[in-house]
């Protein structure tokens, strides 16, 4: 039996860090995500970690990512506005091959927008927010004890592909308090980068021969080695020529789409049987849900697909569906990112049908029932 | 005997991106000898830079060394070390690139007093992107942007970096090379954040632009206008226009970041400890 909490949202995601490993978070203040980092500064002290406050957004992810280059497990946390300007070094995380893991608590937008409101308009910025092409891993839970477990997970994807890897939910869940429970040591998962174990002689840090995630040296561990934002070879010095460029970076994507399987989850609800699908992530999942039974109560053969992975994008899942349903209902706290994957997956074989909303109050499952209806009938 | 260079430069990596005539090579050579003179293991040592030129220069050297974003430096600089507070940590920036972009990271990292040691080499110039103005072009000097002369006010970087709390304040030249050995080496043994400035030339984009009409022009200037800052001071305000003081500027002892943070947690874990007995 773990430790049984009453914890909100932003307190889990700090646990789960915790539990992963993790010791040693930069942040800067930002609602509402700034309880991640209030709790983590009450505790990272007390095991030896470190806790930063930066002067800003751009240089908590700089922090966090010179510390994973010095071998620590490290995090940061924000929302929106912050989201935007940790975007490049995001980027340079992700084309040097950094483990850390980034949390975007969703406010909504543009600009200072409803810093207190709920919003899942941060969803394609997370695919897309650094320029130039690169593999992404977010993932989007819906419960507190489900941001626990997926911030725990995100780690050790982090660790696994080596890669940056952003958790994106909601102000509503991130302030929600809810009862979880916290595993003992060890019932989770709890992975570790792979490390080099030839001598550092004959060391690359980017060596493809390797495999596609080469083992990742600690600075000041013996293996000198030089890490630049520059595209690079496997020496990890820079190139600028042509075929090298292009074969790294395909083999940066494909260390995350090679791996859908192992990298994508879905929860599902009486989907097997169904004629209408929700799909839906975050709080909207949570109303898809409720939506989804209370259509099962009324009679109507309705299911829910939420994904804890939304990139990589659970294309299979969706296309799948698209083949057996009459439609597919997207509720989103946008004007409309998400619903466009699920059309460009579903490929016209159904129905697809968004419910947008902006106004700082979240998709309720009547909403979401009364399209359900709509498209059964 | 001569200085061993290649025991520091790695293989295969040179030539060098600079241009004929750019200092940032004599620089170079100086922070070799510096560091070798500590004795500072390689595996200990990082050096850390942003985007420009002469945040290339990690690239050369067989140290832990991260070519990071453009004036973010200090903040990769300084996960690194609070990571590992028993390494020696570097950041090698320019004027652009430590005081425009990275102008927030500078004061912050001035500010902590983070065991960090800056060097800036301050060419005047955007010199990688081909010669726009920065925050220290001379006003009334030409750059691309600022083609009927710059009318821009400037930084005076070591003001800025004891302004907003290092504790280790100097400026060296290209020129004066001994004395610069000496400024690197001092400001690497300083505990706590220390900034040097290095008076650079940058022939290519702002010399030939302005009346030096050779890279030996740029050095004659550099002879010519700095003076130590003990005869600095004793000349009267009207004799000093046109010169900038040189040498260890400002130092005083103050609390280290690193050691306040984990002295910290030594006592709060110590205490977590006392309460488990």
Known sequence: MGTLKLLQGNEACAEGALYAGCTFFAGYPITPSTEVAEYLARRLPLIGGVILQMEDEIASVGAIIGASLAGKKSMTATSGPGFSLKQENIGFGMLCEVPCVIVDVMRGGPSTGVPTGPSQSDIMQCKWGTHGDHPVICLTPAYVQEIFSETVRAFNLAERYRTPVIIAFDEIVGHMREKIEIPEKGVLPVENRRRPTCPPSEYKPFDETKGDVPPVADFFSGYRQHITGLNHASDGFPVNASPRIHTDELRLIRKVEGNRKDIIRNETVTLDDAEVAVFAYGVSGRSGKNAVELARAAGIKAGLLRPLTIWPFPEEDVAALASRVKGIIVPELSLGQIVHEVERCAKGRCKVEGIFRVDGDPITPAQILEKIKEVQS | ?277
């Open chain 2, 1 to 277: 005997m001569s200085f061993d260079y290649d025991q520091f430069i790695r293989g295969g990596k040179l030539p060098h991106i600079w241009c004929p005539g750019c200092t940032y090579g004599i620089v170079f050579k100086s922070l070799l000898r510096a560091v070798d003179s500590l004795k500072i293991p390689k595996d200990d040592i990082a050096l850390v830079s942003g985007i420009g030129c002469a945040s290339r220069l990690p690239g050369y050297v067989d140290w832990n060394t991260l070519h990071t974003t453009h004036g973010r430096a200090l903040p990769f600089a300084t996960g690194l070390k609070m990571a590992r507070p028993d390494k020696r940590v570097l950041v090698v920036s320019g004027d652009g690139d430590a005081t425009a972009i990275g102008g927030n990271h500078f004061i912050h990292a001035c500010r902590r007093n983070i065991d960090i040691t800056v060097i800036v080499l301050n060419n005047f110039i955007y010199g990688m992107t081909g010669g726009q103005h920065s925050p220290t072009t001379p006003i009334g000097h030409l750059a691309t942007t600022m083609p009927f002369g710059n009318v821009d006010p400037i930084f005076n970087i070591p003001e800025l970096a004891k302004g907003a709390g290092a504790t280790w304040v100097g400026r060296g030249t290209a020129y004066h090379v001994p004395a610069l050995d000496k400024l690197i080496i001092g400001a690497i043994e300083h505990k706590g954040l220390s900034v040097l400035e290095i008076i650079n030339a940058c022939p290519t984009t702002h010399g030939r632009r302005n009346k030096f009409r050779s890279p030996t022009d740029m050095l004659l200037w550099m002879k010519d206008t700095a003076l130590p800052l003990s005869a600095f001071e004793k000349l009267p305000p009207e004799k000093t226009a046109g010169k900038f003081p040189t040498g260890i500027l400002y130092k005083r002892e103050a609390p280290e970041y690193s050691e306040t943070y984990f002295a910290m947690v030594e006592r709060l874990m110590k205490q977590k400890e006392g309460r488990a007995d």
